[in-house]
Every structure is written in structure tokens, then in C-alpha cells.
């Protein structure tokens, strides 16, 4: 339930030939350290045009993040995407909100986070497929390094083929 279906160091190896092979045909995405930095307004550079090429190749998107409607609406404003926010990942409720504005079945869903603990275990009780990705930044402070400490394990796993 902790293990990612696949492990990149960022949303720019996601590629549609990537979701292909998955059987992916629609993406959750998480924002904070994913597609922004922690808290931040704006896209990390190379998002924009990420986003774009996904959606030119067909790919349905939204953004899904446990921040609030305040921080969320505007940064979905700037990608054209839909949004769920205050999704409480991992349980179920936002992303389940979030599969049914994708309008697809959730097999061909993966979710995408750089966080175990919320993106990878809230797609797994979803039964989605999940993607993790690398933070672009560590985060400072105590919770933050225990955190990425527990998270260690799995990603260990991953590596060594332990993948369910």
C-alpha cells in the first residue's frame, strides 16, 4: 500500500508513452513540491508547457491537494486545470471527487505526489495507480525530515523491484 506502481524524479519523465504502458489515460496531480514549491503561487518553470503537452496528447488532468480552496483555485487558474481542494489525502473523499470531474474509470487514473504517506497511500485505497515523484525541494524543519526519513523504506523497496 506504501510502494508507488513507479518511482521518476519528476513530472517531467511522465510522458504519454509512460502512461501508456501503465494504462494510464488521466492524472491526479498533487501541487506542493510537485508542480510549486512548498506554499508558492507559481508553477515551477517547465510546468506550463508539461501540462499543455499532456493535455495535446490527450491526457485528462486535475489538480488535487490538501491546501486550501484560497491557495488552490488560483494556481489551477494558472494551468487550465480543474481542482479539488482541502482533499484530505490520503482518505478518500477528494479524490474520489476528483475521479468523478475526470469522468473515467479509475483504472485508467494515476495519482501523482512527491509524499508516501498522502499521494501513493490515498491512490492505492482509491485503486488508482500512483506515480511518485522526487520533491523538487527538501522542506526545512523537523516534521519534514521525519517524514522523508519514514518515507526512505519504501522508496528502498521500490528500488529493489519489491512492486505490487
Given at each position: ?83 479539488v481542494a482541502m482533499s484530505l489525502k490520503p482518505l478518500p473523499f477528494g ?35 500512483t506515480i511518485l515523484v522526487k520533491p523538487f525541494i527538501e522542506e526545512k524543519g523537523h516534521f519534514w525530515r521525519i517524514k522523508r526519513l ?15
Open positions: 500500500m506504501l510502494i508507488p506502481d513507479l518511482y521518476l524524479s519528476s513530472v517531467f519523465d511522465i510522458t504519454p508513452d509512460v502512461l501508456n504502458n501503465m494504462g494510464v489515460e488521466a492524472l491526479i496531480l498533487d501541487v506542493d513540491n510537485t508542480l510549486r514549491e512548498y506554499r508558492g503561487k507559481n508553477p515551477y518553470d517547465g510546468v506550463v508547457e508539461w501540462v499543455n503537452s499532456m493535455q495535446n496528447a490527450g491526457i485528462k488532468l486535475i489538480v488535487a491537494s490538501n491546501n486550501f480552496h484560497s491557495s488552490i483555485k488560483p494556481f489551477a487558474s494558472l494551468l487550465n486545470l480543474n481542482y479524490l474520489k471527487k476528483a475521479l468523478k470531474l475526470l469522468k473515467i474509470d479509475k483504472d485508467k487514473v494515476a495519482i501523482v505526489g512527491d509524499q508516501i504517506f498522502t499521494d501513493v497511500f490515498g491512490g492505492k485505497l482509491n485503486g488508482f495507480k519514514l518515507e526512505k523504506p519504501f522508496i528502498t523497496r521500490y528500488g529493489k523491484g519489491d512492486k505490487k
